[in-house]
């Protein structure tokens, strides 16, 4: 019961994926498409009601024992991913049908997609290490395809600089891999925190540690190694770009917070010291890159950099409270930034470009957008009451709570600089006058367009304002993920069965 | 052997740094072939090396009798070469379409995606 309930939120799209691939021709697949999310959503929401109820979940594939077989686990953090993953999905795939041309549908669109969030899903699931490995390779060459789908000068490019960095960080992964099973003989998680812990040399793993940080902050875009996201992030569908930044980079740093809470916790002072001065550097240089944009999805580009700052520094500070935090602000951000550049896509769709300079006069001509432009941007720039307010406090809260000043002050300036690009969005792209003169009504793209574009906006907002309004469960949820993530003797015991 | 097996890894990952550095996007897809091998090569070496003890089941029998050679990385490693040929060929692919779309495989002239003229906004 167990294992169908872990394996069924990455074989249903799996399955869609085939079926959409089938029928790619055929409108049926855009429906087959949009089941598979809804049924990928059903069984994520099987998985979180599974886990609130028996905490740590495992479940061993083909019953091979761990550690020797692959195990599947989900605790809460991993749930929490993995049901966020889907209603990402769910919003992309209602998305699509209105953006994508059906030229790139034949070529398996729906395929590639659903084959991305069945990767991301396996990565948020798996007890074994060269599992995730493989996870993630599922979702780059996944990934790598929907990048330059569609073709043309732009996107080869962007996708040349993309596959090119990506490949290089997955080798420094894998051969950590390697390096780490030679320390310790294990490739499952929770036997690997035992042997990491009981390895003659210490100083080998720390070693070993930074090149995990490397690997997976190549993936999180973390400074100085996000150079392939703003370079990449702006050419592909907005659909594609939305689900890129809502779920690619925090498989990254999902990682690095399993990774950094389960094995590599011999030396917390050393490696989440190097932590919070990369995230502290990942969150400036992210919002000034912003500051010095002015393309709608570049803009936005950027500040996802400037975001993972604030996740990765909630793992590095380490305390109960910063977990939390990073936990919470991983959720709210993947609903925000998906949604933000849903809502680029629109406004090309109406207004006819993304450069904010050849755009305006949204505000007049479409108040609905604009409306729902102003909640998620103003939740990733941290007012109250919205999602990202609380995200941001409570990473605040953590940082004052140790009395670590300069990050607080580095926090709370980066959310004022965020403030400055958003206006700048808001002042450019809705405030002022078109320049061609134009009127950029809803008229300007077809009413199954625009519904297609607006139905996930709508619903990914409102999502914002729930949490916003309504933080204390889910504040509540992120406590008990960040106390398992700090102490994972559940975690280890529902892998090993409790008998190491 | 162990010294041999890191020399190699070693020569490898020098000689691929030194491809990778280069402006050519086919001397880094060549960079990156090497330090994939070397990798391997890695993982392959981390599972310890036994030398004329190959992981066979004799007939009749459940399990390997004696000392055999540790079969694991070397499933790790046919796994990641399987990947690995899967991601080379469609960057292969995707080289050359690029090079047929922008004419040049020098990076630096590869600027379509971000301008040079965005700068100067």
Do not use: C
Request: hydrophobic share 55%; proline share 5%; no cysteine.
């Amino acid at each position: 019961m167990t294992s169908w309930v872990l394996v069924m939120p990455i074989a249903v799209p799996f399955l869609a994926a085939v079926a959409a691939f089938l029928w790619r021709a055929n409108p049926a697949g855009r429906m087959i498409s949009l089941g598979g999310s809804v049924l990928t959503l059903m069984a994520s929401i099987a998985l979180m009601v599974a886990v609130l109820d028996e905490g740590v979940i495992a479940a061993q594939m083909s019953n091979w024992d761990a550690p020797f077989g692959i195990t599947l686990v989900a605790d809460y953090l991993s749930a929490v991913m993995v049901v966020i993953t889907a209603i990402t999905g769910l919003a992309t795939a209602i998305y699509a049908m209105g953006e994508i041309p059906e030229a790139t549908e034949r070529l398996g669109f729906h395929a590639l997609f659903q084959t991305l969030i069945a990767g991301v899903t396996g990565a948020f699931l798996t007890g074994d290490l060269f599992n995730l490995y493989v996870w993630f390779e599922v979702m780059l060459i996944a990934s790598f395809s929907l990048l330059v789908i569609g073709g043309g000068k732009e996107r080869l490019d962007a996708g040349i600089k993309y596959v090119a960095l990506n490949l290089v960080s997955t080798l420094i992964f894998l051969s950590g891999i390697g390096l780490l099973y030679g320390i310790t003989g294990t490739l499952n998680l929770a036997d690997m925190r035992e042997g990491v812990a009981n390895a003659e040399n210490q100083g080998l793993v720390t070693v070993i540690a930074m090149m995990f940080m490397v690997g997976f902050g190549v993936k999180a875009a973390v400074f100085p190694l996000f150079f392939w996201l703003p370079a990449s992030y702006h050419t592909p569908y907005f659909a594609i770009s939305a689900v890129f930044a809502g779920l690619l980079t925090k498989v990254g740093v999902y990682a690095l917070m399993r990774m950094f809470t389960l094995v590599f916790v011999g030396d917390v002072g050393f490696t989440h010291e190097i932590l919070i001065w990369v995230s502290l550097l990942t969150m400036f240089t992210g919002v000034i890159g912003a500051a010095a944009q002015t393309d709608f999805r570049k803009i936005l580009s950027f500040h996802i950099i400037s975001q993972i700052g604030y996740m990765t520094l909630g793992l590095a500070l380490f305390t109960p409270l910063a977990l939390m935090g990073g936990v919470f602000y991983l959720v709210h951000h993947i609903i925000v930034k998906a949604n933000l550049f849903f809502v680029a896509g629109l406004a090309k769709q109406y207004a006819g470009h993304t450069d904010l300079d050849r755009i305006g006069g949204l505000y007049k001509s479409a108040p609905l957008l604009a409306a729902l432009f102003i909640i998620p941007a103003f939740s990733l720039a941290g007012f109250p009451p919205l999602s990202g307010f609380w995200a941001k406090y409570l990473i605040v809260k953590a940082a004052l709570e140790i009395d670590a000043w300069f990050v607080a002050f580095v926090s709370l300036l980066v959310g004022l600089l965020t403030i400055y690009s958003m206006t700048k969005i808001w002042g450019l792209a809705f405030w002022k006058p078109h320049p061609d003169g134009i009127d950029p009504t809803p008229d300007r793209a077809p009413p199954q367009v625009t519904r297609a574009m607006l139905t996930p906006i709508a619903g990914l907002a409102a999502m914002t304002i729930i949490i916003g309004f309504f933080p204390e469960p889910f504040v509540q949820f992120a406590e008990t993920a960040a106390t398992q993530l700090l102490d994972p003797t559940a975690y280890v015991d529902a892998v090993l069965g409790g008998t190491p | 052997m162990e010294a041999l097996t890191a020399i190699v890894i070693g020569t490898l990952t020098a000689a691929s740094v030194y491809l990778m550095l280069a402006r050519n996007f086919m001397r880094f897809l060549f960079g990156l072939v090497l330090l994939s091998n070397a990798v391997n090569l890695t993982i392959f070496a981390s599972g310890r090396m036994t030398k004329g003890h190959p992981a066979l089941v004799p007939y009749g029998e459940d399990a390997p009798l004696g000392v055999v050679g540790n079969a694991l990385p070397q499933a790790l490693v046919l796994t990641a070469i399987v990947i690995g040929f899967g991601l080379l060929a469609f960057t292969l692919a995707l080289a050359f379409e690029g090079y047929r779309r922008m004419r040049s495989v020098d990076t630096d002239k590869m600027r379509f995606a971000e301008p040079k003229e965005d700068a100067q906004k």
